[in-house]
């Protein structure tokens, strides 16, 4: 039987439009919002997007070694499961069927999660963070588990036991860190977006180095549970992404109280997506004068003080403010967070979980043996400062001084949040570094950080997004900081210069296709 | 300015359960002192009479029901222990 003319030719329209959609659709180049879209339409199943990203891992992780564990099988099965559900309509969301990547600090079930130490090499964790459980239920699909500094302890993740992670833009360079495999890796497009944790800019400095989105929620917005602790007044999980859409849709995601984490704030649920209006009409912004003064790079000012200029012909007000506080910011950050770390490093001593050295006498010596193996240089300075700022005898002078200027900072972001909606600095001082210039100097790594910890010491929001490159074609952020709870604002501002900006569209990494 | 001596900073590294190799004092030393004279700025700042800050929602006391919840995986509990015996974890003998 000769079939019907109009059979025949959607078969061909059919047959046309994979040929086409093969061929002009770059997969792993879209963004979850176009994923998601086309998703929905069925222009493309959760399998076509997975086998995309696993290609492109099985052909570039070599490059960037982003990944410390790979789930590239279990992604295509799950995702195969995914688009039968799909096809049957039992499907419960639009984001069912995307591909993620977790930072290696988020306990994934069954999975290793190592935090990039040698103490957690095998570590495989008995229960789902709060974040991943979010993501599960909405049936995302975890392609693995990212690199980090060890235990989220450095800015480059050179400090990783494991390996070093490449920038994409420069494979010699640092992606910045602690968070800079989940960075490095969105950047290279070996995942669509990524979890990570910022504790002193973890999230925000890798973003601005790889040129990618990276959002630091307000502290108690998002549930710390089944996060590695590294400095518990300071963590917060937040996304890193491809643009500024894709970080509201997974903040939708994460945001939420969570009654396993007794810090986690209790309010109603909000969709941050509608904040993004791309209107900033009258929006008042405020520049601290002491973030673009001594040690910031002139090519990063430059290219600020453009964006600058972009938001006034947006209609902005901006206004130069003095931050008095920005001096004392690091000090206090490095004395808290050390002091923190020590207390919840304590955990680590080879019983219960983790490595546990082979020679011992007694279990005072398995406990001493079994950290000092386990942990890295790094870690083992910041226990160490950590321990000599609580012990007595320097308590007063350091831990107890640093609380007290803590709250000085949180007034006088107070203060500066009575008159302006959001404020405006750079992400970093510099652009990404060459690999091996500072891993020997923690004080010149730490410098790194200056410009994103009052964020974390004040508890409120900040998003990095790319805001121009350098002369050698390497990115630059811009960060935005909100009042508490503020994270609209600062989304809607970081969108309207996206939109306006156009940065995806003009740079690229180098590392291409 | 800091000044730390070595005692000190191998009584600190006892405090903190870790071992300092002597090859490595002096590397610890010099990056603790110089952490230390960097934080000293701290003492710039005008505190007086400022209260501490030691957590962002510090004013909030959070209860919740008095329920026992049963962790039923115990065998996932137990799985990253390197030594155990009878669901329990093992450690070597402490009282003699």
Known sequence: MLKSKREICLKYQKLYNKMMGGI??????????????????????SEEITKAYVDRINDKEKDVNAFVTTLCDEALEKAKKIDEKRKSGDIKSNLAGIPIGIKDNLCTKGVKTTCSSRMLEDFIAPYDATVVENLNNEDLIDLGKLNMDEFAMGASTEYSYFKKTSNPWNLKRVPGGSSGGSAAAVAAELVPWALGSDTGGSIRQPASFCGVVGLKPTYGLVSR???VAFASSLDQIGPITKDVTDAAILLNLIAGHDERDTTSYDMPKKDYTKALKGDVKGLKIGIPKEYFGEGINEEVKEKLEEAIETYKKLGAEVEEISLDIAKYALATYYIIACAEASSNLGRFDGIRYGHRAENFSNLKELYRNSRSEGFGAEVKRRIILGTYVLSSGYYDAYYKKAQQVRTLVKREFDKAFE??????TPTSPTVAFEMGTRSNNPLEMYLADICTVSVNIAGLPGISIPCGV?????????????????EEKILNAAYAFEKEYRFR????PSFGK | MANVSKEELLHIARLADLNINYEEIDNYLANLQDILNFAEVV??????????????????NVFRKDEIKVFEDNKALLQNAKEQERNMFKIPKVIQ
């Open chain 1, 470 to 486: 350098n002369s050698e074609n390497m990115p630059i952020g811009m960060q935005l900081i909100g009042n508490k709870f503020e």
């Open chain 2, 43 to 60: 003492n710039n700042a005008n505190t007086e009479g400022l209260e501490e800050t030691i957590g962002e929602n510090d004013k909030v």
């Open chain 1, 24 to 45: 002009l659709v770059d997969i792993t180049n879209l963004t979850v919002h176009e994923l998601m879209e086309k998703l929905g339409n069925n222009e493309l199943t």
């Open chain 1, 505 to 508: 569209d003009k740079f690229r």
């Open chain 1, 225 to 227: 549970y089944g996060l």
């Open chain 1, 419 to 424: 008159k302006y909606d959001v404020l405006l």
